[in-house]
């Protein structure tokens, strides 16, 4: 990601959000990264290329997050394995309600 300085407000920038980031910033959001890293607040409209502005150190948090959840992370866990986590879930949520 680019980020262009802009002339009015001065200290922010602007930049180009497509939807191949809305996956990667939904994820961050549901693991309340938004708040704990200093992430813009962005909204769904925000992701279909048009520019968004914001201040220049939200867009290095972003672009720090961003570059850090598109690694891939080793999975050690079989194809199955989320699978077997909603199950137990669901198991443990049954044997409570009996």
Do not use: I
């Amino acid at each position: 990601m680019t980020a262009r300085a802009v002339r009015f407000p001065p200290g922010r920038a602007s930049v180009r959000l497509g939807p191949e980031h809305r996956q990667v910033y939904r994820s961050l959001y549901a693991r309340y990264r938004t708040l704990l890293d200093g992430l813009p607040v962005l909204r769904d409209r925000d992701f279909d290329g048009r520019t968004v502005q914001m201040t220049k150190a939200e867009f290095a948090a972003l672009d720090r997050a961003f570059a850090v959840d598109a690694e891939p992370e080793p999975r050690e866990d079989g194809a199955f394995a989320s699978q077997e986590r909603a199950k137990s879930r669901l198991f443990k949520k049954v044997q409570y309600l009996s």
